[in-house]
């Protein structure tokens, strides 16, 4: 009887120990320890940009580390003061302290030498008027800026258009989480936890556009060039649900 007596306790304890690694694997993952439903719900909003953040570059290679300077200073200074033209205030405009560094090549002996010196300066611009654009792009030919490295299209009305975003995938989600219950018979119950994935922004235009290639789009009388489309603000959200069963 003695090891009928230890064997239904160990029985007893397995059981419990099961039950109580099922119960914190549960809390662990966040689930709840009766009938649920897990669902991820997305919505994606597109909105017309209105702000444009243009990066510049300007370089020059000269004999002397001065002259270099003095090219770019003074492309920049030209082009900083042709930007009220563009109703862009001095808050929404930086620019980078300038870069000078020499040039080596190596002779017939096999020796470096320096062949000259290149400066290099970057300048950001925020244009809130986007309609603007295309005009800043031609302004920028006319300075002899050398590269637009980078078009970043933005919305005033980012948080707004986020927070919209987040809305329609919550109601998603429900959606989804009711159109299963009723499928297999059951109901879908109070909300039991929900979290939300990383949201992001997708901008469809201009990274890494040279001046060579606005240039033949200027001179092809090309005025599309610069046309804008919508940018993307998506979400995603995890949601668990009771189920209830009559």
């Known amino acids: 009887m003695g090891w009928q007596n230890r064997t239904t ?12 690694t099922y119960a914190q694997l549960s809390a662990a993952n966040g689930l709840p320890d009766h009938r649920y439903i897990s669902v991820t719900g997305s919505a994606e909003v597109t909105a017309k940009p209105d702000i444009a953040v243009v990066q510049l570059h300007l370089e020059s290679t000269q004999p ?75 302004f920028a030919l006319e300075v002899k800026v050398n590269q637009i490295r980078h078009i970043e299209l933005k919305s005033s009305k980012a948080e707004s258009l986020k927070a919209d975003a987040i809305q329609l995938a919550v109601k998603n989600a429900r959606n989804q989480g009711q159109i299963l219950a009723q499928s297999f018979g059951a109901k879908l119950g109070p909300i039991y936890s929900i979290s939300q994935h990383t949201q992001h922004s997708q901008y469809r235009f201009g990274a890494n556009r040279a001046v060579e290639m606005m240039a033949d789009a200027k001179a092809a009388n090309a005025p599309g060039q610069y046309l804008q489309e919508n940018i993307k603000f998506s979400a995603s959200v995890n949601a668990v649900f009771d189920l209830t069963i009559d």
């Open 9 to 20: 306790q160990c029985l007893n304890t397995f059981i419990i120990l099961c039950c109580t």
């Open 64 to 138: 002397t580390s001065l002259a270099a300077k003095n090219n770019v200073d003074q492309r920049v200074n030209q082009f900083l003061k042709g930007l009220k033209a563009f109703k862009v205030d001095k808050q929404n405009v930086s620019a980078s302290s300038i870069n000078t560094q020499p040039n080596y090549q190596y002779g017939s002996k096999n020796k470096r030498e320096i062949t000259g010196y290149s400066a290099r300066r970057d300048v950001t611009v925020s244009l809130e008027d986007i309609s603007l654009l295309n005009a800043l792009m031609d």
